[in-house]
């Protein structure tokens, strides 16, 4: 009797634990535009499909821009989030969060404006997800390639499960990947920041009508080239 409760408990366990892990696995974003040209009238005035972007964006470049334009063919509104990430060595010389979200604002297409929020985060980034006034569904990552990001992505993606359990008793933020196409795998800020520093030309890493701006900006700082996306 006691063997046979047990069995249906572990059982009953080991379903929960299934389904929680299916329910917050990672998804990719063809998978939400796929689910979405499903959905009825009904289903989408349910309510608006918000994400939250989060990066240093120091410098943003065309890697950056193409998932935030991806994000805009499902999401009603993209909340992009500019921090400084601690890990990351930053002059003091370096434009502001506020320089950069100028940047970020000239730097977006005309046809997604309408679409984009852009803040200043501080502290875990689920939990400023979860701010009344941001109340983003998801979380958004770019993602290049296994060899690039699997380490960093696979960390934040386990805080973004765990965090919210652990610190704040809520549940887990679910993340949604955007694969970025092979021509942009080498782009990342610090590889712009050194091109700028070694007075090369960067008009092929960022979008062209931000190049002048961002060289402008960039060249007044004195920054050591670290690992950045």
Not at 18 to 26: I, K, L
Not at 124 to 137: E, G, S
């Amino acid at each position: 009797m006691l063997k046979s409760v047990l069995s249906i408990v572990g059982v009953g366990i080991g379903i929960c634990l299934g389904s929680f892990a299916w329910y917050f696995r990672p998804l990719k974003l063809e998978t939400l535009l796929n689910e979405n040209k499903r959905e009825t009238d009904l289903d989408r005035k349910k309510g608006t499909k918000s994400c939250i972007y989060a990066g240093s964006f120091n410098p943003p470049h065309s890697g950056h821009l193409y998932v935030i334009h991806e994000l805009c063919k499902y999401f009603d509104v993209v909340h992009i989030g500019i921090a400084q990430n601690p890990r990351k060595k930053q002059n003091s010389s370096e434009p502001s969060i506020e320089s950069r979200k100028k940047l970020i604002q000239q730097c977006i297409s005309s046809e997604n404006q309408a679409q984009i929020r852009i803040h200043r985060v501080e502290g875990y980034v689920w939990k400023f997800a979860r701010n009344p006034d941001i109340n983003a569904m998801f979380l958004a990552r770019g993602f290049r390639s296994f060899s690039v990001d699997f380490v960093s992505e696979s960390s934040l993606y386990l805080l973004n499960i765990f965090g919210p359990i652990l610190v704040a008793f809520q549940s887990p933020m679910r993340t949604v990947f955007v694969k970025a196409p092979e021509c942009l795998h080498d782009i990342s800020s610090s590889l712009v920041r050194k091109r700028i520093s070694n007075k090369f030309d960067i008009s092929q890493l960022v979008p062209q009508n931000c190049a002048n701006l961002i060289t402008s900006m960039y060249s007044k700082s004195d920054s050591i080239p670290t690992q950045g996306n």
